[in-house]
């Protein structure tokens, strides 16, 4: 149980790092933020749903999120978006920022714990 803790936690930094970059480094659409009702595309949770799990699984995550409204709007804006299209952006992102290329296990297994638990958020 020690070892998973650990692994959450070390995956969790991983997420803080890249998320963190890739909300930094995104451009932002115009437009009014989502509502916290508003569905997560690839999971069955809504918005506030996958905040609370980010929050529970990656409190510096969250912390770092709401301690920026400019980032969390990015984020909330990020993953409304259909897979394809922040697909999309990540690609982009990487090709313009060196650092953010490669395989990134702990961030995919983050994110998967935070799309295959939110529901109980």
Known sequence: MKRLIRITAAAAAAAVAVAL???F?????????????TLVPGTQCTLTQVENAIEALAPELANRLDSN?????????FVVKPEKERQAIIAKAKIQHPRLRGDHPKVRDAV?????TCGQY
């Open 21 to 23: 970059g890739l909300l």
């Open 25 to 37: 480094l995104t451009p932002t659409t115009a437009g009014a933020s989502p509502s916290g009702e």
């Open 69 to 77: 409204p400019t980032a969390k709007d990015r984020f909330e804006d």
């Open 112 to 116: 998967n714990e935070v799309k295959n």
